[in-house]
């Protein structure tokens, strides 16, 4: 059981049902992303502030009724969520504003909050009883993938460009993934990923593509809520590369928002680095 009502695309608002397995709507091909849809009134009949400050489950799972997974449903071991936000006081006093708070993705079991989203994948794929898991990526996405499906036992196989750092496939060797190099860029890795998923039913959990991820990563926008006792902050400021975490923030804000926990939604800025500016560019 859970609080899903359905998915819809992004780009046409097509409506799929909750136990849809389809990664995105045909209509659009790989650019039609499914945002999960709740029920809200549901949810908020028995999920509410209180309920949340007398739990003392600290990590991401305290969520767990906005998110796409049953109430039962076995989650990894390994602590994922419950990341600090700092209080940056000379950071706020040299910027002449009244407070910057940070919060600190670096301490996740992996070291980044991609484990926000290979948590839910891992719990997804046993949820389908798929026997690997698959994604394609140079750093942290496949580390997160490869740390969290080690938790579990549960096979992976993840798809990198030959010219990925050695220490980065060291680190996925290490956690027992079967790690495929590809002659090419990182776009050749996705693709081939993409296909092997499709041609081998493997669980699928690239980002920008399986819609649960986001439902993962908002949970350190739920964490920066909750830490701020809902005061929702005037402007959050989000490291973007391909935008799915900056996705996951919004989604935060916008079931707070709907549940009537925060009174106005935060102005949310990506960043991005200029070695690194594809959005900017697109835009
Ligand atoms: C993945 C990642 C990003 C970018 O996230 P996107 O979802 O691709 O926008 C930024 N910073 C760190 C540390 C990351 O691991
Ligand atoms: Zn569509």
Redesign the pocket.
Known sequence: MTNVVGLSCVICDKAYAADYTGYVCPDHGNEGILDVQYDYERIGATFTKDSLAADRDRTMWRYRPLMPIASDAAVPPLTVGGTPLYDAIPLAAGLGVANVFVKDEGRQPTA???DRASAMAVVKAQERGAEIVTTAST???AAALAGLAASVGQRNVIFVPASAPEAKISQLLAYGSTVVLVNGTYGDAFDLCMEASAEYGWYNRN?GYNPFMTEGKKTAGLEILEDLAWEAPDSIFV????????GGVHKAMKDAFALGWIDHMPHIFGIQAAGSDYLVQAF
């Open positions: 980044s909050l991609k750093g942290n996405a980002t490291s973007v590369g391909d935008g799915s975490i900056i």
